[in-house]
């Protein structure tokens, strides 16, 4: 059974950095790409940011580009989002979510609970 | 980039109606599309990709439809538990962006 577990969300100051984790289960976690997405309090979903499953190749939304970095370790099989320069418009839930293939551009078939990330003084 | 909207926004129905939930893309994603459901607190989960393949699992009063441009999601008979905010979103490219969605709810 796939199960993904989002870590790591927490109160930080605008300017501030913050690590995101997570753990990937049930799987061949490095055959497939993998995201990032994000949902403000009481909004949609916000794509954020891919990292693919063959090469490992990066993308990013335009508001996180520059500041925010996908990562894998596919020993320990997890996925993480390193958060730096963070703006009081990143405050968010953080899903991680699994893609349909080693594709960063294709659907995400499983997700997990978020995390929440507060970027406030 | 290639935005996604969805119509309506909200919408309210019965139990049994048949429900239909429109996305437009503002170019062309041939068949890039799925469907996802949010209910309230909970991480989403998908329904359809490649624009109206069922994923495994999710109750065949789910269909999706389209390409190109324009696509629409079905349920032939709202049930309850379908209570939910439903999002489209396209993967031809990077972003894969979503609609803003649509806030479903039984009348």
């Known amino acids: 059974e796939v199960h993904l577990l989002e870590s790591g969300g927490g109160l930080v100051q605008p300017g501030g950095s913050l690590r995101v984790s997570c753990a990937a289960s049930g799987f061949t976690f490095g055959s497939y790409a993998m995201k990032w997405v994000r949902q403000s309090p009481g909004k949609g979903l916000e794509w954020v940011s891919a990292?693919?499953?063959?090469?490992?190749?990066?993308y990013y939304a335009d508001s996180v580009r520059g500041r925010f970095t996908i990562s894998r370790d596919s020993s320990n099989n997890t996925l993480y989002l390193q958060m730096n320069s963070l703006r009081v418009e990143d405050t968010a839930k953080y899903f991680c979510a699994k893609s349909l293939s080693w594709a960063a551009t294709d659907g995400f078939d499983f997700w997990g609970q978020g995390t929440v990330v507060t970027v406030s003084s | 980039d290639i935005q996604m909207t969805q119509s309506p926004s909200s919408l309210s129905a019965s139990v049994g109606d048949r429900v239909t939930i429109s996305c437009r893309a503002s170019?062309?994603?041939?068949?890039?599309l799925a469907w996802y459901q949010q209910k309230p607190g909970k991480d989403p989960k998908l329904l359809i990709h490649g624009a109206s393949s069922l994923q495994s699992g999710v109750p065949s009063r789910f269909s999706g439809s389209g390409s190109g441009t324009d696509f629409t999601l079905t349920i032939s008979s709202l049930q309850p538990e379908d209570v939910a905010t439903y999002y489209c979103?396209?993967?031809?490219?990077?972003?894969?962006?979503f609609g803003q969605g649509t806030k479903l709810e039984i009348k």
């Open positions: 990292i693919s499953g063959r090469d490992s190749s990066t």
């Open positions: 170019q062309g994603i041939n068949n890039y």
């Open positions: 979103q396209k993967y031809n490219s990077v972003p894969c962006t």
